[in-house]
Structures are given as structure tokens and as C-alpha cells.
């Protein structure tokens, strides 16, 4: 290890150098302050220094405060050499940033065991910083006033800035916001096990999504520290956003596929009825002609009984009874065939358009009663759905399409759910309720289906992404995880699961009545932040 | 697939309807409004053709208990038996039965399942013109075939047996996920059962649209990889001939002979300058012409074998024993199942005429011609597979065509074929 022994007198300098050399330092020399200064600031300098008091140009306590106030990474270990025996003379040192000090003459095996001290705490100290510059997370430590103390190589690469550059910044520039948004979260300082997600700006003002743990540490009455762990999510937030994008395209396709299905069916009958008619068109036409023809007496008295042979005979032919019965009700299918048509593509029209990812008020009843028909194809083979409408529920501030996609999520999952247990009940279709109320400020759907319940081992993990019990190709895993997000994120609602064994499972979804701004959440988290910020602001 | 597949004049076809008893149609869909829609659109077939409609798979099977119908047009996706469950009930009971599929599902899971059970697949929305001529053309086709047990044999087959070096190849390649559809088909179209199959799946609409597939690699390219993938692994659609010996000898023998004919059909009707149809068809017709050989050896093999046999023996062509013991040569039986497979009918046509071209055309040189020749050109090289099931020029026909003076040049370009297929 390099170690600096900076004294003018030359022959105390002979003597130190033989004898560090001996214990194995790598020894540096300078002859007065300045030159100390200089070789402790030089890129790979020495980490260990002795230092004596009385010097030409600066003397040692001004070197320490020197390298105090330097604030580098890198720690310089200082033991003062003085003459000086004082207890207040100590003081003085110490007070001036010198790490330890002997007093002239020494001992040296004193000083043997002192300088062993210091590469203790420069060891350690290295281990700790070697540790965080190599994290690829961004490490940083700020004072109680959040002026950044250390930041490592990942936190300078993050922010944009180059090594060092960082020192001193206030990390609220960085991070605007970040100590109200922990105190938001709920999470104290002293939990770093919950990160926070906020938007931080880069060094040339771009905004990136950064999450950040927090811990706080007391060392000493006076001296809080902060440690923040910094990531930039811009990558994950991508992913994310690419996963609830594929799971919205994969329930839009299952949609697609049906809504295909429950289109087609219409148009072939109305196709099938309006050939039928304009064949019966023709007939008719023809039948017709000769009725004309046996109103006008002049010109069919000659062959009047003829006429009426082939007409009587053309009228058989024709089938009028056959068509005087059939085509009424060829007309009404049709008309209730294009309606059906009319009522899905509207109900589609409506899910898909706001398409955006602004709140609007949305009658909840509505939205569902066009979910449900949308996805008729999903559930008609296995189950019955049928709803409970508080029709008295308020309008609410939600984006429509995530909503509509949560309730076919859980309409599909209930019809899969069935789909298993018809076959063993002999073919008896199951049944799906789906029910609105009001529950004080908040809006409640519950989603329930008599099929076998989910059972108690994969409760906890239906909610986390990628869990699926469906087969492979079936099922993303998506569905409840994004369901979930929507929800609990995007609505400040709340989703959750009551279910019994062999007699169903009902998802419930709560959704605050007057949306984001004012609503019963909000009020509630009110408390909390306040609380909160008493018990952590204590800058 | 239209009214071209008329196979006999109005005379004898008036003949052969008093033979026959009605045509009977079920129709068999969970939506009652299709059921009204499709009985009235049919309703001026109703002289023709008697129909029944049942809003249930089981309801339907229990109307096949009480009487006898000659097609079956299902919907896929019903509560409880849903259409491919019910076809493949139809298809152990009445085998004899033509099975169409009539859905607007576009689930593929129950669409791959059909495709093995199914005769041809019709999309909702159908027009009544295509239900008509699908109906008709299943209906008619029966007269090409008279006997019932013969029509139950080749109704019955849901795939014809490939040679296993064929079969093993196709799955090794399904396995390299560099191969291109174009080089699947290329596989396949060393295969006849496969062949003709795939140009089944393709020319139906089960994955997609009607269209008109001339050729396995154009099937393959229209199908894709994922879907021929699922289609051999998964549902079987493609089977290996299990026999071994003298069986497997002969159907090795016959996939080269069917290969060759092809080939060389399609020479001959590019030098006779024909329109790209016809080559087309010449090409997969000669193919597929002995596919009736392949029906009968699988379904029938000791009365089959027996044929071979006498036939060798008495010194005449395996067809004319045919007739003799099963009332129709290998050229109807191999026809009557690509009809009702839905193959294009030129194909259809040049299979089923291919010993008799005059009785297809006899004004235009014919797809059933060009493959005539190939087969009789073939015959007459040494190594054929069977060298006394001879199949003679039909010498009348290339005089009424005034062809006669053509056959030296179809005998060299037969030759040129040969020995660059030998050197190669």
C-alpha cells in the first residue's frame, strides 16, 4: 500500500522511510505541505498519509482540511505527527479532519499498530466502494439536506453527468418530488424494501421513469443520511407496456374470433332469406301476371277456363301457401338478423373507440351489458349469463376500453372455468351473475360464476403475471395480472377474490364513485401522506 | 363442385335416378333461424331432394336411426356434440354418408379436428348457389359409383396410406425450422395419398376462403407450415402404410408409376400447347390417377390382391377385373373420392377418365387424354408395375382426334423423360 509521508525535516524523513519500508508500505515522500497536497489530489495517489503538523507552505492541519473539503470518493486516512501533547492541541486535529495522530518522539511500534488501524478502515472502505461502483443499479448518498455525497459510476451514467459531477447536487433537481412521493407511497424511510416510481430528469432535461429505494440512516444526532438506489425502468416500462399492449391484442383477437362467428351466423340466414324472397319475388311476379290476365274478361273469354287450369296450376307450382306462411317470417328473421348484426358492431364500436387512456364518465351498467354481448361467443355454449343492475349507480370516471377488457377478462375466465365441470354435470350450462351496487362512495361489480373455484394453493399468485392454469397457447397468463393493474392503478380501485370449492368463485371489483381527484381513496390516503410526512420530513 | 361435374347425359341419368332411391340431405345447426333460412333458400329443391333439419348432434343421430339420408351438412360449434364429434359418430355408423361441414367458427383447434372426419368444408356466410352446387355435386357423384358397399368403402377414408420413407421425411423436415413451404410441398408431392389430401384441405374451404389449389407446394404456401405441422402431428391426417412386403412392393411401385405419368402428362399437354390448367391438372391428375388402386389396396387388400392376380393370369388389364368385381374400375373409385374431397373437377375429370379420354372430350385434347397417354407410355417401359395390367393407347380416340401422327413425338419426349430421370 502507498503511503505518504510528508515532513520537512529531512532526517525524520530518512527514518520513516526505512522503517514503513521495512513494514511493507510503498513509500512517497514530500517536503512541505504543498507538495502533500498535491501528491494525495494526483489520480492514483496515495490513500494513507502521514502528515506533520509544523510545515513551510501549508501545514498539516490545512492539508486535512484541505482534503476534507475536496469531498472525493476516494477516502485519504490522515495521521497528524505533532510535537504537541496538548489535550486541546488534539482537539485541534482531530477537529481539523485528521483521522488519528501520534505524538514526537514515537513509538514506533505505536505507529506500527496505528497505521494497521487506518488500513483497516481504508480496506473496508474500499470493499464498500468497490461494491457500489460495480452495482449496475445507481448508488447515491446525500446528507440530511439531500446534497448528493457519493453517487457511483451508475448513478452519474443515469443522470448523464461524468464521475464526480454529481458531488453536492441537491438530488431533488434530480429527482423532483421524490421525498413527498415516499411519503405518498406510505412506505417509510426506513423500509427500502418498497421503491417508488417517479419521473427524473436527465442531465440534458430529458425525463425518464426511475424507481428508487430509499433507507435512512442515523449516524449520530446530527447527522442524517440518506442512501438511494437508483434505476432507470425506461427499458421495463416498455416491456410492460408491449405486455398489456400483446394481452389486449390477444383478448381483442379471442373477441375478433368470436365476433366473427356471431356475425356470420346472422348473415347467412338474412343471405338465405333474401334469396328465398326473391326466388318467392319471381313466383310471385308470375302469379300475378295471370290473376291480370283473368281480371280482363274481353280478352280471356275465349280461352277463359285454359287460363284458369294454368293458373291454378302455376300457383301450385309457386307453393303460394308455402310462401304466404314463410316469407312474414322470412322478412321478421331477417330484420332480427341485421339487428343482431347492428347491436354487436355498435357494441364493439363503443368498447374500442375511446381507445385512449383518458377518463371519461362511464355508465358501468352499460359498458357491461356491451361486454357481455360481445362476448357471447366466449360463454354461450357452457354458460347463461345474466346480470343485477343497481340501476340507480352513479356515472363514473373510468377509461372504458381498459374496464371493458377487465370485465371480458373475468367473463372469459368464469366460462373457461365452467367449460370444465359441463361435461361432468351431463351437459348442463353453467351460470355467470354479474351484479352492480353502490357501497357507500364506491361503485362494486362482482363477477361470480358456479364453477369449481379456485383452489386455495394458487389464491395468492392468480394475480401475478404469467400465472395461468390454462394450457399452453391457451392462456398468457395476463389476463388477471393486467385486470389487476387496471384496477388497482389506473382506477385506484380495488380487486379481490372470494371463491369456495365446488361452488364458484366471485371476483369483486370496487371503483371509487367520484373518480381520481376527489374520490374516497384519495381522502383516505390524505391521512397517511400527512402522517407520514410528519414522522419522515424531519429535514 | 359445379354443374361440369354432370358425369352422364339427362337419358341415362333419368335412368339411374329411378335406380336410386331420393336424395336425402340433414341439416343439423344449433341456430333455428339458419335452419328456417336454409330450408327456404332450398325450398325449390324440395321436388329433388328431401330434407330434415335437427337443431341438435343428438337429435341428428337419432333421425339417421330412423331413416337413411346420403349427405350430412353440420354447423362445428354446438352445445353439447359439437359438429366434428357428430361427424365422426356419422362417419363409424354410415360410413357411406357425405359429411360437409357448414360453420362460421374460425377457431382452428375444432376446424384441424374437422379436417379428418369432414368431405369438404363450407364458411358461413355461404350463398345458396355454392350450398346448391356442393350439395348437387355430392349428390350426383354417387352415380358415378352404384353400389353402396363401394361407396362406404371410399367414403369411409379419411386419409389414403403413404410410402414411410415419404412419411418420415415430411415429419424430419417439419422439425427444421429453416424449411419453406415451398420445399414442404415439394415433399408431399412425392406422395400420393398426401398429395391428394392436402389439395383437399387447400380447395375447401376449412382454413380459409374457396380457392382454386392446383398443386401441393401452392397448398402448402396457402395452408402454412404451422398448419400442415398440426395437421400431421396432431390429427393424423397423413398415414403410413403399416404392411410390409409384397403390399408395400406394390405401393412403392405405384408412387413411382404415378410420379412418372404425372410428370410426363404434363410434357405431353405443354407440347400440345394447352392452357395452363389443363398442364396443371395433367401434372396432379396423373399423380393421383391409380388413387383408386390406393383405396382399394388399403381398404380391400385380399380382394384387391386377388384382382391383381387373375388379372395377371388371364392376361387382362386389372381394370376390366375391376368392373367385374366391384361394379367400377380403380379410375370411378379414385374419381369418387377426389369429387367428394372437393378436388378441382378438371382433376376429378382427368382421373376418372383417364383408360376412356373419349368419354371425357371428344373435341378437345383433355387433361384425361395427356394423362392417358402418359400412363400407356409408362405401361409399356419395362419395369411398369404390373406388365399385364396393360393399359393400351386407345387408338380410336387419337384418330377421331386426328392425333395418331403426335405419338412418336410424345413417345420421344416419354424417352427423353426417362433416360434424364436415369442419368440424373
Known sequence: ?539 | MNEQALLLDNDAKRVKTAVLPVKRVLFVDDDQNILDGLKRTLHSMRTEWQMAFSATGEEALKKLEESEFDVIVTDMRMPGMNGSELLTEVLQRYPSMVRIVLSGTVEHDLVLRSAATAHQYLVKPCDAATLRATLDTALRIREVLISPKLRSVVSRVTSLPSLPSVYAKLVESLENPEISSREMGEIISQDVGMTAKLLQLANSAFFGLYRYVASPSEAAIYLGLDTIRALTLSTGVFSVFQESGAAELFIGQLQRHSMKVGMVANIIAKRESLSKKICDSSLIGGLLHDVGKLVLSANCPEEYNEILAVARKEGVACYERERQVFGATHAEIGAYLLWLWGLPDEMCKAVAFHHKPADCSETSFTAAAAIHMADALEHEVDGAPDPDCRADIDMNYLNRMALVDHVPEWRRLHDEFVNRGERA
Open chain 1, 1 to 539: 500500500m502507498k503511503i505518504l509521508v510528508a515532513d520537512d525535516d529531512p532526517v525524520f524523513q530518512m527514518l520513516l522511510t526505512q522503517m514503513l519500508t521495512e513494514w511493507g508500505y510503498d513509500v512517497l515522500v514530500a517536503i512541505d505541505g504543498n507538495e502533500a497536497w498535491k501528491q494525495v489530489r494526483s489520480q492514483g495517489g496515495p490513500r494513507l498519509a502521514i502528515v506533520d503538523w509544523v510545515m513551510p507552505g501549508l501545514d498539516g492541519l490545512e492539508v486535512c482540511r484541505k482534503v476534507r473539503a475536496e469531498r472525493k470518493n476516494d477516502y485519504v486516512y490522515i495521521l497528524l505527527m505533532t510535537a504537541k501533547n496538548k489535550s486541546s492541541d488534539l482537539l485541534t486535529v482531530m477537529e481539523a479532519g485528521a483521522d488519528d495522530y501520534v505524538t514526537k518522539p514515537f513509538n514506533p511500534e505505536e505507529l506500527r499498530l496505528r497505521l494497521r488501524a487506518g488500513c483497516r478502515v481504508l480496506e473496508s472502505e474500499e470493499r464498500y466502494r468497490v461494491i457500489a461502483q460495480t452495482a449496475s443499479d445507481g448508488i447515491v448518498t446525500a446528507d440530511e439536506t439531500g446534497r448528493i455525497q457519493f453517487a457511483n459510476d451508475a448513478a452519474a451514467a443515469i443522470f448523464g453527468f461524468s464521475d464526480g459531477e454529481l458531488l453536492w447536487r441537491d438530488f431533488e433537481s434530480l429527482a423532483p418530488g421524490y421525498l413527498e412521493c415516499f411519503a405518498r407511497s406510505g412506505g417509510s424511510a426506513n423500509s427500502p424494501e418498497a421503491p417508488i416510481e417517479l419521473v427524473g430528469k436527465h442531465k440534458t432535461g430529458r425525463e425518464m421513469p426511475l424507481e428508487i429505494s430509499l433507507s435512512e440512516c442515523v449516524q449520530g444526532p446530527q447527522n442524517h443520511r440518506l442512501t438511494l438506489v437508483v434505476r432507470d425502468v425506461t427499458e421495463r416500462k416498455r416491456t410492460e407496456r408491449q405486455v398489456a399492449q400483446s394481452q389486449r391484442l390477444e383478448s381483442i383477437g379471442q373477441l375478433a374470433a368470436g365476433i366473427a362467428h356471431e356475425i356470420n351466423t346472422p348473415i347467412q340466414y338474412v343471405g338465405d332469406n333474401i334469396h328465398f324472397l326473391s326466388e318467392s319475388f319471381k313466383g310471385l311476379s308470375a302469379l300475378l301476371a295471370a290473376y291480370r290476365e283473368l281480371e280482363c274478361p274481353a280478352k280471356n273469354a275465349p280461352e277463359g277456363p285454359g287460363l284458369r287450369d294454368r293458373t291454378a296450376r302455376l300457383a301450385e307450382e309457386v307453393d303460394i301457401e308455402y310462401l304466404q306462411a314463410e316469407i312474414p317470417k322470412a322478412i321478421q328473421q331477417s330484420l332480427d338478423g341485421v339487428r343482431r348484426v347492428a347491436e354487436i358492431v355498435g357494441a364493439m364500436k363503443e368498447l374500442s373507440h375511446p381507445g385512449t387512456t383518458a377518463k371519461c364518465a362511464v355508465d358501468l351498467n352499460h359498458l357491461i351489458g356491451n361486454t357481455i354481448l360481445v362476448s357471447k361467443h366466449a360463454w354461450k355454449l357452457v354458460a347463461e349469463v345474466t346480470t343485477d343492475f343497481d340501476s340507480e349507480l352513479p356515472t363514473l370516471q373510468c377509461i372504458a376500453g381498459d374496464l371493458s377488457q377487465v370485465i371480458l377478462n373475468l367473463i372469459v375466465n368464469a366460462a373457461d372455468a365452467i367449460a370444465d365441470t359441463v361435461k361432468d354435470k351431463g351437459g348442463i350450462k353453467g351460470r355467470v351473475v354479474i351484479s352492480t351496487r353502490r357501497c357507500g362512495d364506491w361503485a362494486e361489480i362482482r363477477v361470480s360464476d358456479n364453477g369449481p373455484g379456485i383452489p386455495e394453493s394458487i389464491q395468492p399468485r392468480i394475480f401475478d403475471p404469467f400465472f395461468t392454469t390454462k394450457d399452453v397457447g391457451k392462456g398468457t397468463g395476463q389476463g388477471l395480472a393486467i385486470a389487476h393493474a387496471i384496477i388497482t392503478q389506473k382506477h385506484q380501485g380495488t380487486i379481490h377474490l372470494e371463491t369456495q370449492k365446488d361452488v364458484g368463485a366471485t371476483f369483486v371489483i370496487r371503483l371509487p364513485i367520484e373518480g381520481l381527484e376527489n374520490g374516497p381513496a384519495e381522502s383516505q390516503k390524505q391521512i397517511m401522506v400527512t402522517h407520514e410526512r410528519t414522522s419522515f420530513i424531519a429535514r
